[in-house]
């Protein structure tokens, strides 16, 4: 059975930083594209960033330069380090697993607020 644990939400003032982990579990994580969403009160689900097998990555434009994604295909885990928060990136977390647009897991979120 495959898992997806997030971990390291939490509260932080604009301009501090985070890193959100994800912990995977039950299926070959090397083959899958790790990305991470968000979804704000009212908004839908957006991508915020992806990393594949090999390590290329992908940003949406309003976290490139302060959000980097990363792996460790060692531990089965996947990074989101965010700095220079702001206020609009308040949201519920969510890391997602996917392989060619088939197998598409999802973890149960983490809460990030920044407060101003």
């Known amino acids: 059975q495959v898992q997806l644990v997030e971990s390291g939400g939490g509260l932080v003032q604009a301009g501090g930083s985070l890193r959100l982990s994800c912990a995977a579990s039950?299926?070959?994580?090397?083959?899958?594209?790790m990305n991470w969403y968000r979804q704000a009160p009212g908004n839908q689900r957006e991508l915020v960033a992806s990393?594949?097998?090999?390590?290329?990555?992908n940003y949406a434009d309003s976290v490139k330069g302060r959000f980097t994604i990363s792996r460790d295909n060692a531990k089965n885990t996947v990074y989101l380090q965010m700095n220079s928060l702001k206020p609009e990136d308040t949201a519920v977390y969510y890391c997602?697993?996917?392989?060619?647009?088939?197998?598409?897991?999802w973890g149960q979120g983490t809460q990030v607020t920044v407060s101003s």
């Open positions: 997602n697993a996917n392989y060619l647009s088939t197998w598409d897991y």
């Open positions: 039950g299926l070959i994580f090397n083959l899958y594209r």
């Open positions: 990393i594949t097998g090999g390590g290329s990555t």
